[in-house]
């Protein structure tokens, strides 16, 4: 695969010719981007999954191109480059008001509650006590960033991406998270009590012991997702996807659902005793 990955870069950058700083770059993204995928694949994704996801979290090289010195030659008396990783932390600066998908912050703890989010990326993300409280930055990427303990309370993050990031301890409380891509995430300890979740994507994800009691989903995927202990009590499930999924150690009691869902989860050997049909 690094084969490949090293394809992805020469051919992305082919255009900028042999700049300075080329070998530099090239050779710590590769490093960047192999790590991506090879966790991406410790989350069950196949080869070609693993490998579009990967390249989709690039971003626009030209966000790279403006803070790399790429002229015909440097002068000799030229001080050393930065590292990749000041570059792109630089880049960030930038990023908040773009589409850059370099946006290296740290938002560990941060507050992002009453926040416009809506179609922002925090894929892969390390994002530490930054506050966006009440912020407008819909369209904002925030890959490669860890995102525990913040909170999202009555943000609107409707068609975000959260894919293989570190969500644990995150509030989603009152959120509305209508099409938000939870793929390949840890979620251990992410409260969504009053959450919207219509057409929300959790596959690939591990969700134990998070409780869904008392919500109402309507077209939530949990395709391939880790459910020991997760939590359905009294929850309203309409055309829910359990594809896949282990669900026998997962709770239900008390739980509204479609005769489909309830067959299929039956089938699957869930515990849907104590589950109603609607």
Not at 214 to 234: A, C
Request: hydrophobic share 35%.
């Amino acid at each position: 695969m690094d084969k490949k990955l090293k394809q992805f870069l020469d051919q992305t950058f082919a255009p900028f010719g042999n700049f300075p700083a080329k070998d530099d770059v090239t050779k710590e993204l590769l490093a960047n981007l192999t790590e991506k995928y090879s966790e991406l694949k410790k989350h069950g994704l196949s080869d070609d999954e693993a490998y579009q996801e990967t390249v989709d979290s690039f971003g626009d090289v030209n966000e790279i191109m403006d803070s790399v010195p790429h002229g015909e030659s440097a002068p000799q008396n030229q001080k050393k480059e930065p590292s990749l990783r000041k570059i792109l932390k630089e880049a960030f600066r930038f990023a908040k008001a773009s589409s850059s998908k370099f946006a290296f912050t740290q938002l560990h703890e941060s507050d992002l509650s009453d926040s416009n989010l809506t179609d922002a990326d925090f894929s892969y993300s390390s994002l530490a006590k930054t506050s966006f409280d009440r912020s407008e930055i819909a369209n904002s990427l925030f890959t490669a960033s860890a995102l525990e303990g913040a909170s999202f309370e009555q943000s609107d993050l409707t068609g975000a991406k959260f894919a293989a990031s570190d969500l644990k301890n995150v509030r989603f409380n009152g959120a509305n998270l209508a099409d938000v891509k939870f793929k390949a995430s840890s979620l251990h300890g992410v409260s969504f009590e009053g959450a919207t979740l219509v057409a929300t994507n959790f596959s690939h994800s591990d969700l134990t012991d998070v409780s869904f009691e008392d919500q109402t989903l309507e077209g939530v995927t949990f395709e391939k997702s880790q459910l020991k202990r997760t939590s359905f009590k009294n929850a309203i499930i309409r055309n829910v996807s359990f594809h896949h999924s282990d669900v026998k150690h997962a709770i239900f009691d008390g739980a509204t659902m479609d005769k489909i869902t309830y067959a299929l989860l039956k089938g699957s050997g869930a515990n849907v005793a104590g589950a109603k049909i609607a």
